[in-house]
């Protein structure tokens, strides 16, 4: 049984980490090097000082003055009032933004600092969404809750201007929510032993999933897609896994969707009355704005399909561990082969596991849980591909609302290795230490982040 002091201790180290490291970043990264940070400044800024939201209009986009700017490196001179090309986004980020805009005289800083608080909630979501799934693997939840934290890409953008921190946040809280709703966790009956679900006077209403969506609706475009498949699938799961009246499902459908569609429709009429039927979320507007952005199909005719795939696997990758600024500053190769390595060995991990591991069934509340939150992976993998059929726009960054289940495969093949070591090591003292191995074994990441920092970063911006 593992004390509970000792997980929330590890766990309360983790955040401070993770906010000073954030913190760090937000210090030392120069002005303006995060990728379309001082677009999301300038909406802040309207919205301030002209009291309305922005309209995306023609002109936003200036590509040649903005790559001059980037190959300038932003001067301290530059104006960058002109760069206005994220007015279309939905306005939740802003808002809360815009207080601290106004407390600190809109100063960059205090707004990059408050990337890294909902960076905070982001980590302590992670945390608790895997410890509700395994309650009894605390450790688990600890090791992705440091991946989650210290991939130094994520911390990169965690620690600039833009709304994809709270976006995060956002599909973070609904992963709780989401397990939560289906019964998680887990635990032995007191009188049978067996496991059973959470009750349900201890379960979130359908109504929950459906605000936390509808969130989502007037926070970021790119999390529409997982935060209505996590939602839904986790009614449809429970509906099955309790054997429930189809009239059960369609009440909690409504509750759900009733209460998102609510939320979303304040955003889509005023982009309606704006833009005009059906541009309801500003992108057909977007794309006639954004002219000279590299498309998808300009790029295959360039060079070829097989080239354009190598670029996009080849450049995701690296844009997802770290290639910063305005991804003009990629860390060393060898850096990226440690990281390939890394991700060998825990492939073995995958393999060790679904070899070794009894044959013990698993409930069907956890699995329900474990489906919901790959789903959301896979739909936003998804939603990835096909926003690169139509631009060009290989940044790993975009997976990162998926970085929860992402870190829950990668720690599943430490925990693979773990199973391993205790057949090797069976002195009662490895036995106690063993469990803690996922979590040393990502132990290297907040140094690699600091590292990344300091001899890349900084050196290059």
Not at 304 to 311: D, E
Not at 368 to 375: F, N, P, Q, R, Y
Not at 394 to 410: D, E, H, K, N, S
Request: glycine share 6%; charged share 10%.
């Amino acid at each position: 049984m593992l004390n509970n002091k000792l997980v929330y201790g590890f766990l309360a180290a983790i955040l401070i980490v993770f906010a000073l490291i954030g913190t760090l970043y937000a210090v030392e990264t120069p002005p303006w090097q995060a990728p379309d940070e001082p677009a999301h400044f300038n909406y802040i800024e309207q919205l301030v000082k002209a009291r309305e939201l922005p309209v995306l209009s023609a002109g936003d986009w200036d590509s040649p003055y903005l790559e001059q700017l980037k190959a300038e490196q932003f001067p301290p001179d530059a104006d960058l009032s002109p760069i206005e090309y994220e007015d279309h986004q939905p306005p939740l980020y802003y808002l809360l933004a815009s207080t601290i805009y106004r407390l600190s005289g809109g100063s960059l800083l205090p707004l990059r600092l408050l990337s890294v608080i909902f960076g905070m909630g982001i980590v302590l979501a992670a945390y608790y969404t895997i410890a509700r799934l395994f309650p009894a693997h605390r450790p688990v939840a600890l090791a992705v809750a440091a991946f989650v934290a210290f991939v130094p890409q994520h911390i990169a953008m965690l620690s600039s201007v833009n709304n994809d921190s709270l976006a995060e946040l956002v599909i973070a809280v609904l992963m709780v929510v989401a397990v939560t709703y289906l019964g998680n966790p887990v635990n032995p009956s007191r009188r049978t032993q067996e496991l059973e679900a959470l009750s349900l006077s201890s379960r979130p209403h359908s109504a929950a999933l459906g605000g936390l969506v509808g969130i989502a609706f007037i926070t970021k475009l790119t999390i529409y897609g997982p935060a209505v498949v996590i939602a839904g699938i986790a009614i449809i799961l429970r509906w099955r896994i309790e054997n429930q009246p189809v009239r059960w499902l369609l009440k909690q459908i409504a509750w759900a969707a009733g209460l998102a569609l609510l939320i979303g429709a304040t955003w889509w009429i005023r982009n309606i009355s704006i833009y005009g039927w059906p541009d309801f979320l500003g992108q057909i507007t977007h794309e006639s704005v954004v002219i000279g952005q590299l498309r998808t199909t300009s790029l295959i005719a360039e060079t070829s399909f097989p080239a354009y795939l190598w670029q996009l696997v080849a450049t995701t990758y690296r844009s997802f561990w770290g290639q910063f600024g305005w991804m003009s500053v990629p860390m060393p190769r060898r850096v990226y082969l440690m990281l390939g390595l890394f991700l060998a060995i825990d492939l073995v991990g995958l393999i060790i596991l679904l070899v070794k591991s009894k044959a013990t069934e698993t409930s069907r509340v956890v699995r329900a849980g474990i489906v919901a939150l790959l789903l959301g992976f896979l739909t936003t993998g998804l939603q990835y591909l096909y926003y690169n059929t139509t631009f060009v726009q290989f940044q790993g960054r975009y997976l990162f609302p998926a970085l929860i289940p992402i870190g829950l495969i990668v720690v599943t093949g430490l925990w693979g290795w773990k199973i391993l070591l205790e057949g090797w090591l069976k002195h009662e003292r490895w036995q106690r230490v063993l469990p803690w191995f996922p979590l040393l074994a990502v132990s290297w990441l907040p140094l690699l982040s600091v590292y990344a920092l300091f001899n890349f970063i900084i050196p290059n911006l």
